[in-house]
């Protein structure tokens, strides 16, 4: 069965542009999570999206957003990206929404903005 | 709000020695906790999870326990090698946050020939 994947994997931005990330689940996963993590912050959740609606959101502006669509498969978008974006971001995908249910995650995309 | 803290921030040993990896966290109504492995500029891989009924879990030369009244998990690695050279990050589910996981900051564990 093939793992999460994430698309691009490296990606560069200059400051004030948009970007837009890619997540493909594990085949019949419905939940999709995202995380940001720098060396700073550590891993930092950012949102989980389940049927295409968002669950759960963590601490972050609004410039962050995100959408799934109905076969599950996730986009993130950070608009007028700042210095301070650039991060790897990782995606994860589980079979249901709820705490506790485990979660397997992609290589990431590595975003550097210049 | 739930906090997660791995000591020690980095580790090095000689090939060989036996190790453990500190975990601790603030709420201890979780729901699970789940060691991962982190190699340079890479995704996550699972360990081990324990779900928060469970003392502890193993998988090959690593053993992770669980007290979850104390707030602690270790992470025992037995017999390490160089190929053990990764970041260990220790995350819990649940414990008054909807976070789907709070993470710890790692540790760095560097296995010396």
């Known amino acids: 069965k093939a793992g999460v994947t994430q698309t691009p994997r490296y990606l560069i931005k200059t400051r004030g542009q948009q970007v837009t990330l890619s997540c493909s689940p594990i085949s019949g996963h419905r939940s999709v999570s995202w995380y940001q993590q720098t060396p700073g912050q550590g891993l930092q959740f950012l949102f989980e999206y389940f049927s295409e609606t968002q669950r759960n959101k963590g601490n972050f502006p609004g410039r962050f957003s995100g959408r799934q669509f109905s076969n599950s498969r996730s986009e993130m978008n950070v608009s007028t990206l700042e210095l301070g974006d650039s991060a790897l971001y990782l995606c994860?995908?589980?079979?249901?929404?709820?705490?506790?249910?485990?979660?397997?995650f992609g290589p990431g995309t590595r975003l550097t903005v210049l | 709000k739930q906090e997660v803290t791995q000591i020690p921030a980095a580790l090095s040993v000689p090939e060989g020695e036996n190790l453990v990896l500190n975990c601790s966290f603030t709420?201890?109504?979780?729901?699970?906790l789940q060691w991962f492995r982190q190699d340079p500029g890479k995704g996550l891989t699972s360990l081990l999870l324990i779900q928060s009924s469970q003392r502890e879990q193993t998988s090959g030369r690593l053993n992770a326990s669980l007290d979850k009244s104390s707030g602690r998990s270790t992470l025992y690695i037995a017999a390490s090698q160089p190929g053990d050279s990764a970041t260990y990050l220790c995350a819990v589910s649940g414990g008054g946050s909807n976070y789907k996981l709070t993470f710890g900051k790692g540790t760095l564990l560097t296995v010396n020939p």
């Open positions: 709420d201890s109504a979780i729901y699970n």
């Open positions: 994860a995908s589980s079979l249901s929404s709820g705490t506790g249910v485990e979660q397997f």
